[in-house]
């Protein structure tokens, strides 16, 4: 009985293959066998039928590889093969033909191909299937050919197990993964060790036919172009059956992966370059996070910014304590009653009348009102050109006035951003929607061994990390607001610290600065839903608002009345993100667009020069550069007199010098990388100036307290920190998106986020002491009268 019912699937066999051959017209197909090369010619006349018929175990995925080859490179009478199964018909031609750039045309003898596997038998019994190979040519003459069917062994791919396979254009390979019970996403990574051939890895769905040649494998799933290293991350919900296949194509030449096309295809170099196509890769299918990850990645997230809360508070409860001890001990102090009968420190003194710039004064001083020799003194003319200036000479007009003017700063970049984050989010939707529909992942440049996905979104982790410069952009506003509610309220008590002491207080700049920090983290959020070529100044413009903000605060403190207004300040921006988006667009090739972008470059540092110097009285236009050709030629080349202002000239020459190296740099080298190359100029001049003001603080003998002496020390070590993971490069958009994967790694956070979040992380922070320097730098000089505090 046992012998009978092992016997009965051959029998079954042999019967079906019987009755197929008698019953087709001229022979019927002549019986194959797995394994054995069959040889043999056709013609118009005369063509060849093969049947090879096996059975399937239950549960068992059969797979079955059909390999050809004929020597014939007849383009006009090419061998025919035509593949019939259950279900479907695959047929392809030899010499197979591929199309590449520029129409060129590769041919290849040698094919295989692997035939779309039978659906797994059912638990009751074998199944018998049967295959039939057609081998025809329309020639008027005996053409020679090759076939060999075989069974593949290892065509289901194993969870963390490594398979090393070889595959060429013409003979690609794919395989079958199912997703183990406890496993809901894998990610699949192949790696080379050859950079070329260029090659695809494509994951689709369990449908016939498979597309796997050059010219249709991008019809159907998801795909990526592959030089050494690829990787797809692959989430058990998109494929109701759960399981999928992985496909890898070799692609006929290499220029879709950054490599060159060759320079002949006729002949032997057609033939040589076609035996060159060959690739051996490794695939590995490992299991990816699981959805704890998630939660834990947002846990930290948001509490490592919470606790810059927290500490915050702490701060700001130790300071409300020793503000309560001071006015205690005030009021117990025996001069208590005489400083209280003659006014404190709450009224100004009335014999120097009302403070220049207080809320009393209601006009605003211009060169019109004088016009008589006493009050030619306060002719802001004369004041600004005095060898030696102190803030009050800088700080005489309205304090209502000004503050209103700094405020435009705050109102105009909030209008900025609504109006720019708006089109921005709308088209990056638009991009995470097109790499979903199409399945193509070369329009993205993540980091593909590191991203990890969600809903709609490719790379979760990306995203998340931006939510430190929100957080920390909100703290630092609510910061600002507190300052600003105790300085009003010390101004509605007339308390004569805050009217002629220290710096004056306006706010309009930080309340900016605190929104492009917020800002800067929606729009690299907005990036990163799909970073590429296209959409880069996304991640960059709100960086160089940043800087430039931050450079105007520094300025504005020691010169509150003349610091530029919002309107032109917001428009040099403009005008940079402008040079920025020309630059990625022309910046690579165009010698002439850095010849003019240098010219402006340069001008543009001697004019703001010019003005920096002269206190904003060399007028801005035209004639400017005539000007000051002329004072340049009478004080340097007729008179060679020592400059007026030593400290201004010097930071001025060391920042030109800065600039022009910059301009050169660019001029010769023509980085690829524009937009970083402008905020490099910005962080540069920006740090340049910074250092500036600190050493001439330090050599006016003013003291840096220690909250803002460890803000800055904060500020250089988490800027440290954080430039070392800028400049682990995850990606490149500068590259093909097979170069950039090169450069892909693994997280090193969490097993979540990748080195360029951390970046995020660190750059966020950094930031938010950046603007604490700033915020508290001058805090020293709170007690000193202005006419005391000098102006650098």
């Not at 490069?729 to 956070?749: G, V």
Request: contains cysteine; glycine residues 6%.
């Amino acid at each position: 009985m046992a012998g009978g019912a092992a016997a009965a699937p051959g029998a079954l066999l042999c019967a079906l293959l019987w009755a197929v051959t008698a019953a087709a017209p001229g022979g019927g197909p002549a019986p194959g066998a797995f394994g054995r090369v069959y040889r043999g010619a056709v013609n118009i006349s005369a063509e060849r039928l093969y049947a090879f018929a096996y059975s399937s175990e239950p549960g068992q995925v059969d797979a079955v590889r059909v390999y050809v080859n004929s020597s014939s490179e007849n383009l006009q009478y090419p061998v025919l093969f035509v593949v019939r199964q259950q279900k479907g018909v695959l047929s392809w031609q030899v010499p197979l033909i591929f199309r590449g750039l520029y129409q060129r045309t590769y041919n290849y003898q040698e094919v295989s191909r692997t035939l779309c596997p039978s659906e797994p038998a059912p638990e009751k019994g074998p199944s018998n299937q049967i295959i039939f190979v057609d081998v025809a040519s329309m020639a008027p003459f005996n053409i020679a050919y090759e076939l060999l069917v075989t069974r593949l062994e290892n065509f289901q791919l194993e969870t963390n197990k490594p398979f090393n396979f070889t595959a060429s254009p013409s003979q690609p390979q794919y395989f079958l993964y199912k997703f183990p019970e406890d496993v809901d996403s894998v990610i699949i990574k192949v790696v080379s060790d050859a950079v070329y051939p260029c090659s695809v890895v494509s994951v689709q769905d369990i449908v016939c036919p498979v597309y796997d040649l050059d010219h249709n494998v991008e019809f159907n799933g998801v795909y990526q172009s592959m030089t050494k290293k690829a990787a797809i991350t692959v989430q058990r919900k998109d494929f109701p059956g759960e399981q999928f296949f992985v496909v890898f194509v070799i692609k006929p030449e290499d220029y879709a992966c950054g490599g060159s096309v060759p320079s002949s295809i006729h002949g032997n170099v057609n033939r040589t370059w076609n035996l060159q196509r060959t690739k051996n890769l490794q695939v590995t299918i490992v299991p990816s996070i699981k959805k704890s990850v998630y939660i834990q990645a947002m846990f930290f997230s948001f509490l490592s910014f919470l606790s810059f809360y927290l500490g915050s508070l702490v701060v700001a409860f130790v300071h409300y304590i020793r503000v309560r001890r001071k006015a205690s001990a005030e009021r117990l102090s025996p001069e208590n009653d005489e400083s209280s009968s003659s006014g404190g420190r709450q009224l100004s003194s009335p014999e120097h009348g009302p403070p220049a710039g207080s809320d009393t004064d209601s006009s605003v001083e211009e060169e019109s009102d004088f016009d008589t020799m006493p009050e030619i003194e306060s002719d802001k003319n004369v004041i600004r050109t005095k060898v030696f200036l102190y803030l009050s000479d800088l700080s005489r007009k309205d304090r209502r006035i000004v503050s209103k003017k700094y405020k435009i700063y705050f109102w105009n970049i909030i209008t900025i951003a609504v109006f720019y984050a708006l089109p921005v989010i709308q088209l990056v939707i638009t991009y995470q929607t097109v790499v979903n529909v199409t399945g193509n992942q070369d329009i993205c440049y993540y980091n593909f061994l590191c991203a990890h996905p969600l809903g709609v979104l490719s790379a979760f982790n990306n995203i998340l990390s931006n939510v430190g410069h929100m957080l920390l952009g909100l703290l630092f506003l609510l910061i600002v607001l507190r300052r600003n509610i105790l300085h009003r309220r010390a101004m509605e008590m007339k308390d004569v610290y805050t009217l002629d002491y220290g710096i004056p207080k306006h706010f309009g700049l930080f309340y900016a600065m605190g929104i492009a920090l917020m800002m800067e983290g929606v729009l690299s959020a907005c990036y990163h839903v799909c970073p590429n070529y296209s959409n880069f100044q996304f991640d960059t413009s709100f960086m160089y608002m940043i800087a430039g903000l931050c450079m105007l605060k520094l300025y504005q403190t020691r010169h509150p009345d003349i610091n530029a207004s919002a309107y032109s300040a917001y428009a040099s921006f403009a005008v940079v993100i402008c040079l920025a988006v020309l630059g990625v667009v022309f910046g690579k090739n165009d010698l002439w667009f850095w010849v003019i972008f240098s010219l402006i470059h340069i001008l543009a540092s001697l004019a703001l020069s010019t003005q920096i110097y002269y206190m904003g009285r060399f007028k801005m236009d035209l004639g400017i550069f005539r000007r000051a050709a002329m004072v340049l030629y009478t004080d340097c080349i007729q008179q060679c007199s020592r400059p007026m202002y030593m400290d201004r000239m010097v930071l001025l020459i060391v920042g030109n010098l800065v600039n022009w190296s910059f301009a050169i740099f660019g001029l010769v080298y023509r980085p690829r990388d524009f937009a970083s190359y402008i905020l490099g100029i910005f962080i540069c001049n920006l740090l340049l100036y910074l250092a500036f003001y600190i050493i001439m603080k330090i050599r006016s003998s003013e003291k840096l307290l220690p909250i803002p002496l460890f803000c800055i020390v904060a500020t250089a070590v988490v800027w440290a920190a954080a430039l070392y993971f800028f400049f682990q490069t995850l990606s490149s958009w500068e590259e093909t998106p097979a170069e950039s994967r090169e450069k892909n790694r693994s997280c090193i956070l969490l097993g979540f986020f990748d080195d360029h979040d951390v970046w995020h992380f660190l750059s966020a922070a950094a930031l938010f002491f950046s603007f604490l320097v700033l915020l508290t730098l001058d805090d020293d000089l709170d007690t000193v009268r202005r006419d005391k505090i000098p102006v650098f």
